[in-house]
């Protein structure tokens, strides 16, 4: 088992004949990901590599009963995009494209409410279920089928995490990035409830850093409803307050979002919080292998 | 991106949002031939700074006469402005605002701006204008009057009345009220708006409504789009590594340690940063090169590290993804080649192609530490901090 994507899941890529989007279609597909489809406006007939490519999503979705939206297009075309894979009524979208205005997200994220699709993203490295499908820009090689959950709001430290986790011997269940965006589709809180209910995760690692509340608000539910053992980390204790840190989303402001309110709230939720990122990999080894006993 | 009050209200000013009678002033000269101007005294001088408080920092002044306003002028003008957002370091003063005047009779306080959580823009305003909105916040929360806009629906008649009757506002000034805030709901959507802010917002004694200030920060993810709000960019502003860094598509803030580091992806490198602190030093910077950087990136980033005097040691931490680790190695030789390498560098890489990059570096004969992971990094930034 594992959450949002499997071995079933059938992918459609928007954007897939950009360098971005053949380049990290070409990796998925190695990985073992079923890409069923592409759609980029205009080059509907065409083909990349064995993947046919489509003029819009509803065409796509209705030939290849593609369940899942991968989206690589520019950032002035992406909210555009998102909103056109929600109308087909695609499942699942992932959005990997970075720089979205916060005002198009502002938009989408309320055309979503009234859609069933779920959105992971923007500005996210995807989700991948070891051993059965990536759908994002992750290093497959590195990941490890087995029981750990990791939800994150970055790309290269969950690298960093995952790799750590695989060389403990640690596999995991599911991994996503759920962006660094300030205004996103999946949260904390949907990653942490659909690995509380996924048979096969035994264990949450959660990597949060500086800026909103989201942190909190993820430690305020899981006091209540997660049974299973969660680690915690957060980044940015050295973040100058008031500047932006890479992610539009990391900033601290009016000394609200700082990563020591975060590292206490995960504290009094009972999260292990693991305060040395060299250490992390045999800090979730003692935790879990302890839970396991 | 942060723009200057006298711009925010030139924006306002277009947009039909009342503002004081003024002009922006480079100089001496300028300031009084714009009092001169006015009409009448007093005026307002105000310094122009990307910071608040610049009242408690002395940076705000009302001139009853010419001869006032070129003292004041003088004073202000060039002088190193210090607020409790400037930091101790301060801000140097290039321009000034001259405005006229007002008889105000009440401060308000009126501010719109996202909500990352709901996803709807927020208006957000108080009765009690003119201070620090955090402490108001904290201090009597029930003095916050926030009403949330469906960014769908945009702003309707109801939203306006409920700020108004909790500003209080008295039938003749409601209307004005009503008018101004819808222009500014649209100002905020249209121009890619992170934040307007009017503190204060002031009724005069003859009933109007004037925003006496006016703080804009722009979404820079918007700026494609909105190309003539991107030429109100100060890099006077703005620190000059981070400039420079800019035109290079680095993601670089300087900051006042000792221990500069490039990392690719921006959580890793706040981790990094975290790690510098953790084995006794302080990070020089922030520097996220990025998921797609090449050579001459990692060069230019390398060379705006060691241009910081501070710099005693460099900490490269790379987890190759789509930035392969061999790219890396072949930056880090070609700036050390170029730039020399006048400090210790101890580099950690991982993930893709990391044993063709680690080859590389081996073979340069240059005198970069190799760390194997990021535990080893830390011992190794340690040490050498340690001496």
Known sequence: MSIFVDRNTRVLVQGITGREGQFHTRQCISYGTNVVAGVTPAKGGQTMDEVPVFNTVREAAKKTEANCAMIFVPPAFAADAIMEAADAEIELIVSITEGIPVMDMLRVKNFLASKPSRLIGPNCPGIITPGQCKVGIMPGPIHLPGPIGVVSRSGTLTYEVVDQLTKQGLGQSTCIGIGGDPVNGTNFIDCLAAFEADPATKGIVMIGEIGGSAEEEACAYIAENVSKPVVGFVAGLTAPPGRRMGHAGAIVSGGSGTAQAKIDAMRRAEVHVCEDLGNLGEFCSNVFNVIKD | ?387
């Open chain 2, 1 to 387: 991106m942060k723009i200057h009050e006298y711009q925010a209200k030139e924006l306002f000013r277009n947009a039909n949002i009342p503002v004081p009678e003024g002009e922006v002033a480079f100089s001496v000269d300028e300031a009084c031939t714009t009092a001169e101007n006015l009409g009448s005294y007093p005026v307002v001088i105000k310094a122009q700074i990307h910071a608040g408080g610049r009242g408690k920092g002395g940076g705000v002044k009302l001139a009853n006469s010419r001869e006032e306003v070129k003292n004041i002028a003088s004073h202000i003008l060039n002088m190193n402005l210090v607020t409790p957002q400037t930091g101790p370091e301060g801000k140097l003063v290039k321009k000034i605002l001259v405005e006229e005047g007002l008889n105000v009779a009440r401060e308000l306080y009126l501010s719109i701006l996202p909500d990352r959580a709901t996803a709807n823009i927020v208006i957000i305003a108080s009765q009690a204008g003119g201070m620090d909105i955090e402490e108001v916040a904290a201090k009597s929360p029930e003095k916050i009057i926030r009403v949330a806009v469906n960014p769908l629906v945009g702003i309707e008649p109801y939203h306006c009345r409920e700020v108004a009757f909790g500003l209080g506002l008295s039938p003749e000034v409601n209307k004005q009220f009503y008018a101004m805030l819808s222009k500014l709901y649209r100002l905020f959507v249209s121009r890619d708006c992170s934040l307007v802010e009017i503190n204060p917002l002031v009724v005069t004694e003859e009933n109007a409504i004037i925003a006496l200030d006016a703080k804009i920060d722009i979404d820079s993810n918007g700026l494609y789009r909105q190309k003539d709000l991107e030429e109100l960019r100060d890099t006077d502003e703005e620190d000059a590594l981070e400039v420079e860094a800019s035109r290079f598509n680095l993601n670089y803030i300087n900051l006042s340690g000792n221990v500069g580091n490039m990392v690719n992806g921006a959580g890793l490198a706040m981790a990094t940063m975290d790690i510098i602190k953790k084995a006794g030093a302080e990070p020089a910077n922030f520097l996220d090169v990025g998921g797609g950087a090449n050579a001459e990136m990692v060069e230019n980033g390398f060379r705006i590290i060691l241009a910081d005097d501070n710099v005693q040691a460099i900490l490269i931490n790379i987890f190759g993804g789509i930035l392969r680790c061999d790219v890396l190695a072949e930056g880090v030789v070609q700036a050390a080649q170029k730039t020399g390498i006048s400090v210790p560098v101890v580099i950690r890489m991982e993930g893709t192609n990391v044993e063709e990059g680690r080859r590389i570096l081996a073979k340069s004969g240059l005198n970069l530490i190799t760390a194997v992971d990021l535990k080893d990094a830390a011992d190794k930034i340690a040490e050498i901090v340690r001496g």
